[in-house]
């Protein structure tokens, strides 16, 4: 029987990446969810024909009710957070893939991983903001957590020999450096929503493009890489690799390296996280080493970038440090985006949160959505 998958934040660019893979497995989608782009998700609903389907904002849920009214076979419509939580426990899917941007993601992945539900995960920020809570469910229920995060993935194709997994000893996680690698501050005082959002190697959501450019997202890499493979911080090293070819590396304790290379294409993990432990044929282009005339390796610039330091320093502190400096985050991205904050004020606003209390000690779920509150209020209150 063909896998069922449930695919949340499927209008989005990990979204709609992750349907061509599925319809080029011939997967079964179980269920659909999205925010608001009710035009886009019609689309996907004719084409792949969910059972149920969750629209989060409320207007654009009253618009999905009018478009499936007048369809036969029509999927049952959910709405709002709820809906979208309702969908991801739904135990009818194999596989949720978690492809919704921020800590919006959260609940979902608690939800489908309490229900004992394999997560695919592509939202980091589940991990950053409640990396505690995810990883103890998951365990508790005997569910997996398959990392949809190219670096992620890299890491986890290196270890699949259980020999050699035993003795990592480091992880290599690998950076692309971003569209402003290389620039000092000085330089990027004036670096617009325009600079910020031309990436050089990967096409993504707006989010985590500015994440990319603020080196933010290595930051909430080295989070989830902790989380995903239990390595304290130190043993994560950010290796700046521009030309994204090798998507990270692991060190074992002989000191041999593995890698995993290829194309920057997301297909490529969010395939290998829906057929794990099978890798089959896919639709992404292979590498073409006579075309490659480079692999360069450089040293990430922290003092520049004060969002990597201040994820570094967030994850070392512990506690809901990384949900807080995850909150101030969304809130200056979502101020940069418009054009209401500088470049710089991004990592100042992150850095200045991760300063701003202790943070350590266990936590509840209610604790981290009210940390990511007070997280947000504070960016308002320091612009
Ligand atoms: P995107 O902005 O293109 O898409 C986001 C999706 O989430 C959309 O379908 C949107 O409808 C949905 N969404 C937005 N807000 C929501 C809310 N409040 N509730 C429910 N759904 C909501 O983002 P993306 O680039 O596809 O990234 C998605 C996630 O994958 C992020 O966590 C990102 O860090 C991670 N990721 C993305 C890439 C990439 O190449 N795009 C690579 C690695 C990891
Ligand atoms: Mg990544």
Known sequence: MAKKI???????????????????QGYEVYGLAAHSNVSLLFKQIQQFSPAVVAVVDDEAAKKMRTLLDGMANAPKLLCGKEGLEELAAMPQADIVLNAVVGIAGLPATLAALEQGIDVALANKESLVTGGYLVTETAKRKQARLLPVDSEHSA???CLQDAHSAKTLQKILLTASGGPFFGKTKAELQHATRQDALRHPNWSMGNKITIDSATLMNKGLELIEAVWLFGLPPEKVQIVVQRQSIIHSMVQFADHSILAQLGVPDMRIPIQYALTWP?????????????KLSSI???????ETFRCLAACKKAISKGGLAPCAANGANEEAVRLFLEDKI??????????GIVESENFAGSYTVQDVYECDRMARAY???HI
């Open 6 to 24: 449930t695919l949340l934040g499927s209008t989005g660019s990990i979204g709609t990446q992750s349907l061509d893979v599925i319809q080029a």
């Open 379 to 381: 960016v308002l209150e």
């Open 278 to 290: 099978e890798r089959v044929p896919g639709p992404a282009p292979e590498l073409d080493f006579t």
């Open 155 to 157: 890491i986890f194709q």
């Open 342 to 351: 500088s470049f710089l004020k991004i990592g100042e606003l992150v850095e």
């Open 296 to 302: 360069t390796f450089d040293v990430a610039d922290e």
